[in-house]
């Protein structure tokens, strides 16, 4: 089936980087997380203590905080106000847990003050969901269709908008960490020596979002050197 050969050429090279920088960044966040795990809060505040410090210190009433099974699964629910911190994270008094607990409460006041990303990211979902699902099987139809370059590019397109959504993500998680890490520098939660091993963690985890975004972006550039200017058409 010669339609199928550019699946397995030498532009896997690119899904292989992509691996390679992703795996790299996971094990890096692991790692930093694991170490400060192990360094307790002088202040002897939890995660939840840190989180609930951290709306009233905002502003914030209406978020709620809930503890959700998993290690590293916390994440804010802007459709239900939940703040949920992982059971890793929940009880724990590290400058670990705190930083990202203190991260997950920055994307609640992105949320209360509208931040533009945020709002887009969210808009983003759904498109860049349906995008990753019908772009494959479009552009295997495109070929089956003796080269339809069309119905190609427009898988091509399609595929495009997951890197747009991981693109957007960026600052909206770096803007994150910085809200974060400036109510913690205020000395309420954290000491001013803890405050920069919680940055260390938060900017760790930054590199999870950045390698995810390479790995899309490779992923998009393989589609475009394969199917992209019409080289199918023959």
Known sequence: MPFLYPFFDST??????????????????????????????????????????????????????????????????????????????????SVAAIGVAAHEVGHAIQDQKGYIPLRLRASLVPVANFGQTVSLPMILIGSFLAGSQTLINLGILMFSFAFVFQVVTLPVEFNASARALHILGSGGVLTREEVPQARKVLQAAALTYVAAAIMSFLQLMRLVILFGGGRRSN
């Open 12 to 93: 896997y090279i690119l899904i292989i980087i992509g691996l390679v920088i992703s795996l790299a960044a996971q094990a890096f966040v692991k790692s930093t997380f694991s170490k400060y795990s192990e360094v307790r809060s002088r202040k002897g505040y939890t995660a939840t203590d840190a989180a609930h410090y951290i709306l009233d210190q905002s502003g914030i009433t209406d978020v709620r905080v809930e503890r959700i099974a998993g290690n590293l699964t916390d994440h804010y629910d802007s459709r239900d106000k939940v703040l949920r911190l992982s059971d890793a994270t929940a009880n724990s008094t």
